[in-house]
Structure formats: C-alpha cells, structure tokens
C-alpha cells in the first residue's frame, strides 16, 4: 500500500514523494514527486479573479461573503455582529453566492 510522505532531503519545500507502508526502513522513497498544489503565481491570479468577484457586489454581499468565507465567522456571529437572524445570515449568504457565480460566468472566470 502506498501512502504519502514528505522527504526531507534532496526535495524542494512542499514537494511530496511517494513512500511504501509497512517496512518501515528509511529507504522507502520511491522518488515519484507529487503535484503540490498550485504554485504562486496561480494563487495570486485566482487571489484576483475573487478580489474582481467581490468587487462587483454590493456592499452587504461582499460583508457577508468576506465574514463568512475570508474571516471565518460562524453564521451565528454574523448575525451577532450584523444584529440579524441566523436565517437571514444563511439566506443572504446564499444569494451573495449565487450572485457571483453568476459574475464568474458573465466574465468567463
């Protein structure tokens, strides 16, 4: 069976090789490199895909959807802080989204 580990030595930061389980020698690497993600110039170009997203919200959307999914609020401390019901914070936070689904098409993103 084959498992992921991170080598140590003779790999860039991040870069992931594939190790066998079960023999547990240090000698297991197969040396097989594994996709570690998007690199930076990817993360930047998506980083300003949503800035241009957010961008084209109105100003209760985009507070809704940078509480929620930037800052990590429950939708119970959204509606603590905005002083709203729970089930207004879900539902608004569903149209936000929807709204900018509906952007990214209209732009192609």
Avoid at 29 to 48: C, F, L, M, Q, T
Avoid at 60 to 70: C, P, S, T
């Amino acid at each position: 069976m084959l498992g992921l580990a991170e080598k140590e030595k003779g790999s860039a930061p991040g870069v992931r090789v594939r190790s066998e389980r079960g023999t547990g020698q240090a000698g297991d690497y197969v040396g097989e490199k594994v996709n570690p993600g998007p690199d930076i110039s990817e993360k930047i170009e998506a980083r300003e895909r949503v800035e241009r997203l957010l961008e084209g919200l109105d100003e209760r959307d985009r507070l809704m959807l940078i509480l929620k999914e930037v800052e990590g609020f429950s939708i119970e401390e959204i509606a603590e802080v905005l002083n709203l019901n729970g089930n207004t914070v879900k539902v608004r936070l569903f149209r936000a989204r929807r709204r900018v689904v509906s952007q990214a098409k209209k732009r192609g993103d």
